[in-house]
C-alpha cells in the first residue's frame, strides 16, 4: 500500500519525462537514472542518514554528494557517490539516495530528489 497521496503533477512527469519509453525492468532504472544525472547539480552537501550496525540507531554524517554511482549499481534502486566531509580524498562511498538529505541545493534538484521519493513512497518497482 502506498504511503504517499498520489500526485497528478509527478505522474505525468514520471510517465512523460522518465519512464516514457521504458519496456522493461532495466529501461525504467536506466529512465530515472539518466533523468536523476541530468536533473541533480552535482555536487551538494547533505546529511547521511544512514543505520548504525552496532544500536541500529539513525546516524546523519554530513558529505558531499559528487554524482550517480556507476549505472550497473543503479539497476535495483538509484545510488549515489559521497564522499564524508573533512575524509581522505579517495574516500567515496556509495550510498542509496533516498538515505540523502540534501542541503541547500537548486530548485531542479529538490525536485528530482522529490520525484525519487515519491516513486519509492507509492510503492512503485522498475
Known sequence: MA???RDET???RIETEIIVDAEDKEDRAMG????LDDMIDFPFMAKWKKKSRKT??????PVEVLGMAAE???????YVDVAYIGGKEDDIHTAKLSDIEP??????????IADWLYWLGRGYKF
Open 56 to 61: 541500529s540507531t539513525i546516524e546523519e554524517k
Open 103 to 112: 542541503i541547500d541545493v537548486d530548485e531542479d534538484t529538490q525536485e528530482a
Open 32 to 35: 530515472w537514472y539518466y533523468y
Open 10 to 12: 509527478r505522474e505525468h
Open 72 to 78: 550497473d549499481d543503479c539497476l535495483r534502486d538509484m
Open 3 to 5: 504511503s504517499v497521496e
